[in-house]
């Protein structure tokens, strides 16, 4: 089973900056729609962002469109979640995920949709 890696979390004071890779090794990514999740304690993993593969589509939750952007490097096999006007509230672990099948985003969707999953890369915000 194709296991994808996230990398890039850390301690960040509030309002910093950090930038999230997920990666395949030995599997190309180019082909699949990638989403990123976050997991914060005791709360239910949620949707954060998607990128497609096919129809260039993004899609973004409500709590962070404006301060994050996702982008791929297919050249490099590599999502990106560049993550700026970090708030506490962004404190969680967060995921990529995919189904390795559609290429472009549906939206926003449950973690259910999922049922692979890296160990994911903690993002910790201080106030």
């Known amino acids: 089973q194709v296991q994808l890696e996230e990398s890039g979390g850390g301690l960040v004071q509030s309002g910093g900056s950090l930038r999230l890779s997920c990666t395949a090794p030995g599997f190309n990514l180019d082909y699949y729609a990638i989403h990123w999740f976050r997991q914060a304690p005791g709360k239910e993993r949620e949707g954060v962002s998607c990128i497609s593969s096919h129809d260039g589509s993004i899609y973004y939750s409500d709590s962070v469109k404006g301060r994050f952007t996702v982008s791929r490097d297919n050249g490099e096999n590599t999502v990106y979640l560049q993550m700026n006007s970090l708030k506490p509230e962004d404190t969680a672990v967060y995921y990529c995920?995919?189904?390795?099948?559609?290429?472009?985003?549906?939206?926003?969707?449950?973690?259910?949709?999922?049922?692979?999953w890296g160990q994911g890369t903690q993002v910790t915000v201080s106030s």
């Open positions: 995920a995919t189904d390795f099948y559609r290429s472009n985003c549906p939206g926003i969707v449950p973690h259910t949709w999922f049922t692979n």
